[in-house]
């Protein structure tokens, strides 16, 4: 685990709200110049701290407004078997987390897809690219809390 001071605790939480925002203004909130802002931004880079800045695109806007959990058994459970899940996982745009899990469940899947057809479509995809025992999936019927941002705690 990183140790971080308060000045890049302030720079990543404000970072993490919003990333296009001007050095100089992230300087003039947190107290440091923009080139010192800069040099702590990039040590951060390097680090692997920050891996990369994105913009968050709303997933209703792009006709992605059905989020569903697939909830996933496996009676395999060999390197090969997982190699072949993960990478179906990684192949399929619409699942966007893929986590395997302790206790009666294996595999977690979150995935965005336009309606449940659409999750039909996805779900296809993916038992013919592995054999899964049992899958369930959970739609998500109101979203109350939904965000990127890490707590960076002191």
């Known amino acids: 685990m990183e140790t971080f001071d308060d000045f ?4 990543l939480t404000i970072l993490q709200r919003d990333a296009s925002l001007p050095l100089e203004e992230i300087g003039a ?5 923009r080139n010192a802002v800069w040099r702590r931004v990039k040590a951060l880079e390097d680090r692997g701290v920050i891996r990369g800045r994105v913009a968050l695109v709303a ?3 792009v006709g992605l407004g059905l989020t569903v959990f697939m909830l996933i058994r496996t009676r395999d459970h060999a390197p090969d078997w997982l190699e072949r899940f993960a990478k179906a996982t990684r192949d399929i745009p619409e699942i966007l987390g893929a986590y395997r899990m302790t206790g009666d469940l294996d595999y977690l899947i979150r995935a965005r897809v336009a309606d449940v057809k659409a999750y039909d479509a996805l779900y296809q995809r993916l038992i013919r690219r592995v054999e899964l025992a049992d899958v369930s999936a ?11 941002i890490l707590p960076i705690g002191s």
């Open 8 to 11: 890049d605790r302030a720079i």
């Open 29 to 33: 909130k947190v107290g440091l110049s």
């Open 59 to 61: 997933p209703e806007a």
């Open 138 to 148: 959970s739609f998500v019927m109101e979203e109350l809390k939904e965000t990127t």
